[in-house]
């Protein structure tokens, strides 16, 4: 909530504060568009404009859509236009959106849960290929994102996304986003609970409902019924984690308000349990209280964090239980302490004897050929179902015992490590500057770069390194590649060099992360000041952070341990 300014340090304190501005909350201000993106969100429902590009748009071309539906109600559909080539990061932030953006499209594939018929995976590929210059990028939300689409062929690649029940419907916008699920969900020895049905009842029933088609921004949500806790619970607006209820069996534990951005802010617990029947209602009740109490009129504070930090966990259970929900919760516990790596990355037994096998990307870059030669692998070796993870890895499951060789043999051909170095496995990057338009900095292409290098200069002393050193790379500060949470995170930006020269660069976050086997309780990470490295110099500055890591540490101390306790000219 905005607070009054501060006095004057040395001016008399006045008596009385200046009245504050609403914030737009529907239930408590009326739903008078307080910013430009209300005021289109109110004319028309982002979801109607799908009519408009299948009749007007797709025929008449991009020269023919409405500035309204360009740069706001395309969101709805899982479409942004990309950046432009050959605009530098120095002028991300003086250009108007027409100038930055080019005629082409990013669409964003919904991939709830990262579930995946190897049918829906083939024509994925085949659109990326025929439609998208064969380029496909695995995200961090599970999703998949194509390139270069143009608006022509937009009715075309939904027709065939829908024939195999994919669609892009609320992939972008002010909507519940794709939701997070464990890969494993249903298959994993080890689960607590298979979350599908909650998950399929919750996707099913509301996304493309009008009822939370216009929230006050992007709502993201996460379910797992994994030990691993591996859907990154901490960081999104609404989660469920599975615990036992000594009482009442296993359900789920109830976080809210979680995000990452330019503002940071870990969600909290509300104590409550969840049964697994009352997944569905209890998910939109806290949607529709988003909707209905988030601020609207900043856009900078229009997310459930801010709501959370004003209001505290305790109101905003007792507004949720008394005002959107049937009946109270109960109280429930934690969740235990995560078990196990949340990217499933390697072999791993399912409950009915055969095998998933997860597989890495190289910073979530793939391509629509690389999909599609997934698809005839899974198929040949008796396989009919993939995932995709928040760690941008690929799962292949179901695999016969008899045929693990030959699946892994082929993913690695395909450049999908199931060994990976410890730096692949651990290094994320965003899209960057190569096609969004709020990018300042290359990403995928260094991060790349910096994991070949640092397995030349590091590969042999990751037994003495041992748990993997995450490395995330963003291109802005907006934090797609969650740099806050990470070891050593990169956020974008311009930084002045040694001739006092404005060039790509990233300030540096270390010691972040969230909950995992070892580290029981989730962490930002920390900033020193003036500590940037130039863009062209991630694996240089992490071989030197590690190094000393090495040198420096006590038994037992991971990276994040020894980087929030060190003084800062250890990690220059």
Known sequence: MDTAARPVRGARTRTSR????PNAQW?????????????????????????????????????????????????????YTQRKPGIDGGRTASLEPHELEDRYFMMRVRIDGGQLTTEQLRVIGGISTEFARDIA????????????VRIE????????????GLRTTEACGDVPRAFLASPVAGIAADELIDPTPQLRGIVDTYIGDPSVSNLPRKYKTAITGHPSQDVVHEIN??????VEHPELGVG??????????????????????????RVVEVWYGVTRLFRDYGYRRLRNKARMKFLLADWGPEKLRQVLETEYLDAPLPDGPAAPEPVGAPDHVGVHKQKDGRYFIGASTLVGRVSGSTLTAVADLAEANGSQRVRTTAFQKILVLDVPEERVDAVTAGLEKLDLSVRPSMFRRA????????????????????????ISELEKRLGDLEPEIGRPISLHVNGCPNSCARIQVADIGLKGQLITDADGNQVPGYQVHLGGGLATEGRPEAGLGRTVRGLKVPADGIADYAERVIRRYLADRETGQ???????????????
Request: proline share 5%.
């Open 18 to 21: 200046a009245p504050q501005k």
């Open 153 to 164: 062929d937009v009715p075309e690649i939904w027709r065939r996304l829908e024939a195999v």
């Open 427 to 450: 290094t994320m990057a965003c899209t960057g500057i190569e096609f969004c338009k709020l990018a300042i900095v290359e990403t995928k292409v260094n991060a790349a770069h910096a």
């Open 137 to 148: 990028d695995i995200t961090d939300r599970q999703n998949v994102q194509l390139h270069w």
């Open 252 to 277: 789920y534990d109830l976080w809210v308000g979680g995000a990452l951005a330019a503002v940071p802010r870990l969600g909290e617990r509300l104590g409550a349990f969840v049964p697994p029947e």
């Open 237 to 242: 607006d609404c989660s469920f984690v599975a």
């Open 558 to 572: 991971t990276f994040a341990q020894w980087a929030h306790a060190a003084e800062d000219e250890a990690l220059v």
């Open 27 to 79: 239930k408590i201000d009326g739903k008078e568009p307080q910013n430009p993106t209300e005021v289109f969100k109110a004319e028309d429902d982002g979801l109607n404009v799908r009519t408009r590009i299948e009749e007007i748009y797709s025929k008449e071309g991009f020269d023919s859509i409405a500035g309204d539906d360009l740069h706001g109600r395309f969101r709805w559909w899982g479409l």
